[in-house]
């Protein structure tokens, strides 16, 4: 998914890189039903949880036996929410018996922006809730408050945002840094 955000004169591209959407069944599965069913390989003594691969929409599920699912490597909401539909219709056709109705939850967005200019690291060090350790890491990370967001920064422009719990704080936390950086001229 990509969405379009206005940097001054520029319009820039905020591109949807991955989203986790979660589910709780409310209910205990047996995984053993599941990995029947399914034809899932199991490893119960390194994970305690079943990995289910979808390829339309592609994505992954993470199912605990406790009922939680988890989604992760879906491009947007819509089609995590498809890919935990599928795995519950096929817990439910593997014998256990779940609820017909449950809510998911965004967990996390990551998405990435190429910024129109080189940033310059060592201006943005002067704002708060910094972590810069380039001996170790070349990027910056930015943890801003409203909305809460953590970005990674790259001299490149590149940039990583996650944490967010929907697309608007995600457009919004964006498009407050953008201003932050014209403002400071934090750019090269």
């Known amino acids: 998914m990509e969405l379009k955000i ?4 520029n319009e820039l591209e905020l591109k949807v890189e991955n989203i986790v959407v979660s589910t709780s069944l409310g209910v205990t599965i047996s995984l053993q039903k599941i990995v029947k069913y399914m034809n899932i390989k199991t490893k119960p003594k390194q994970f305690p949880g079943l990995v289910y691969k979808n390829e339309k929409p592609k994505a992954s599920s993470l199912i605990f036996g406790s009922g939680k699912i988890i989604c992760t490597g879906s ?8 890919v935990i539909t599928i795995v519950v219709d096929a817990i ?5 018996e779940v609820p017909n109705d449950y809510e998911t939850k965004i967990e996390n967005i990551v998405a990435s922006i190429k910024l129109n200019s080189r940033l310059n690291l060592n201006k943005i060090l002067l704002l708060k809730n910094i972590e810069y350790e380039p001996d170790q890491f070349p990027g910056l990370v930015y943890r801003l408050e409203k909305p809460k967001l953590a970005f990674l920064l790259f001299t490149s422009g590149k940039t990583i945002c996650t944490g967010g719990k929907n697309i608007e704080d995600v457009k919004l936390g964006v498009s407050n840094i953008i201003k932050m950086f014209d403002e400071m001229d934090a750019y090269e």
């Open 6 to 9: 206005n940097d001054k004169e």
């Open 92 to 96: 439910k056709k593997s014998g256990n």
């Open 75 to 82: 491009k947007s909401s819509e089609d995590a929410n498809k």
